[in-house]
């Protein structure tokens, strides 16, 4: 199994960023996934994660501003990332109970 994280980047404070995980070798939908980030010094941070009947559930940082779902294919799972703050800024990593991706950088200057 596999998870490659994408669509990471630099963005201002207010703006957007859409995050994509590709999933090699398992149905997306037939698992929880989940997205973390960490931020330099910190420790690893919870973001969302989407169960199988497709609930979700949300940090309460992100809770209004982020959106986790997955496509009907199950093969990619998304983060969408709106009313970005600098405290944002971390490298997301996308995750099942035993994988985690490679990590994409998101950095939210003021």
């Known amino acids: 199994v596999q998870l490659q994280a994408s669509g990471g980047g630099l963005v201002q404070a207010g703006g957007s960023l859409r995050l994509s995980c590709a999933v090699f070798?398992?149905?997306?939908?037939?698992?929880?996934m989940g997205w973390f980030r960490q931020a330099p010094g910190k420790e690893r941070e919870f973001v969302a994660a989407i169960n199988l009947s497709g609930n979700t559930f949300y940090a309460d940082s992100v809770k209004g501003r982020f959106t986790i779902s997955k496509d009907s294919a199950g093969n990619t799972l998304y983060l969408q990332m709106n009313s970005l703050k600098p405290e944002d800024t971390a490298v997301y990593y996308c995750e099942d109970a035993d994988h985690r991706g490679q990590g994409t950088q998101v950095t939210v200057s003021s």
């Open positions: 070798g398992r149905t997306v939908r037939n698992y929880v």
